[in-house]
């Protein structure tokens, strides 16, 4: 990644299309833009500094997640300008809380947003997860992972399960939940029950804090840098299953 991407965290594609990837990094409210393999990015700025962690494009939106919990959203279009104008702020949708994965589905429009700490939840038990829909605002649904499924497969969620970002594999409709605290991938079935759980090596993994899927089953994760790498997305082919 370039230097403006060091902290990179959430990625996304607009309708799997893979060859423009859609990036946030933790610091400015900014939306970058770069092609697969070319190291040079174009930028939208969208909003004043802050923590921001995820992205996700849906029905000719850009969707970003604040580590509060407030969504922004501008038309896919203005990515072309340096500056977004038809920006909307989503504020006190979610509980008080720390969040860092969001996922947009393009056939509903539902936005689903994992919790990372909340403060009325042991993250030790289970992981709160929320379903918004931006054309319905006030109605959020509710969903959640429990932790004893994922202790279940690897036993190693002493502090409890943080996760940083999620996607949903659409070649089989399940769930990618990537933790940069945890290191671990954890792969759920659509009614958010776990199957299977993937230590992540941090000699790859720097820092997991994104994850999306192209419309062809490829997986890519984000990776913030760190003091002797830079930030980086890896990509993972689909092997057929």
């Avoid at 300008?81 to 860092?100: H, R």
């Avoid at 994965?101 to 994992?114: F, K, P, R, S």
């Avoid at 918004?132 to 502090?159: C, M, S």
Wanted: aromatic share 10%; proline share 3%; with cysteine.
């Amino acid at each position: 990644m370039p230097e403006s991407l060091f902290e990179i965290s959430g990625i996304s594609f607009n309708k799997g299309n893979a060859d423009t990837i859609y990036a946030i990094q933790d610091e400015d409210g900014k939306v970058f833009r770069l092609a697969w393999g070319v190291k040079v990015q174009k930028h939208t700025k969208f909003a004043k500094k802050g923590d921001f962690e995820d992205i996700s494009i849906v029905n000719d939106k850009v969707v970003v997640l604040k580590s509060n919990g407030v969504l922004y959203s501008f038309p896919l279009s203005e990515t072309a300008f340096e500056e977004a104008e038809n920006v909307q702020e989503f504020k006190k949708l979610l509980p008080k809380g720390e969040y860092e994965g969001m996922y947009a589905d393009e056939q509903t429009g539902n936005i689903y947003v994992l919790c990372k700490n909340c403060a009325d939840t042991d993250s030790k038990i289970k992981v709160p997860g929320y379903i918004i829909n931006l054309n319905t605002p006030d109605r959020v649904q509710t969903f959640g992972i429990e932790v004893d499924q994922i202790k279940a497969i690897t036993g190693k969620v002493e502090r409890g399960f943080r996760p940083s970002a999620l996607a949903r594999n659409p070649m089989n409709n399940n769930w990618y939940i990537v933790s940069a605290v945890n290191k671990m991938l954890v792969i759920t079935d659509d009614k958010w029950n776990v199957k299977n759980v993937v230590a992540l090596s941090s000699n790859t993994f720097t820092q997991p804090e994104g994850i999306a899927f192209d419309k062809n089953g490829n997986m890519y994760i984000s990776n913030e840098g760190d003091d002797l790498a830079d930030g980086n997305i890896l990509k993972f082919k689909r092997n057929g299953n």
